[in-house]
Nanobody, 121 residues
């Protein structure tokens, strides 16, 4: 079974940047579209960004367009989410997920355990 591991979360000041990583062991991510989702306390999990299997298609939630960039490095079997100009409202647990299609809905087959991102002074 595909296992996903997120890393790169932490505490950052407003306006700062973080890069999240989503890696897989034992299986290649080449066969999967990868999505990033986030969930803040008391809120539903929401789609942030996704990238297709080839990397040619990406999609972003309106709230992060122009600030976040998703990419994949096939040699490292890793998908990244570069987050710039972070705002307090970006604070959440961030999850990566794998499926066949790049979509911001929660129809993904495999999920990681999440990494905490906190944007605060």
């Amino acid at each position: 079974q595909l296992q996903l591991v997120e890393s790169g979360g932490g505490l950052v000041q407003p306006g700062g940047s973080l890069r999240l990583s989503c890696a897989a062991s034992r299986f290649t991510l080449d066969y999967y579209a990868i999505g990033w989702f986030r969930q803040a306390p008391g809120k539903e999990r929401e789609g942030v960004s996704c990238i297709s299997r080839s990397g040619s298609v990406t999609n972003y939630a309106d709230s992060v367009k122009g600030r976040f960039t998703i990419s994949r490095d096939k040699a490292k079997n890793t998908v990244y989410l570069q987050m710039n100009s972070l705002k307090p409202e970006d604070s959440a647990v961030y999850y990566c997920a794998a499926s066949m299609l790049c979509t911001l809905t929660r129809d993904y087959d495999y999920w990681g355990q999440g990494t905490q991102v906190t944007v605060s002074l």
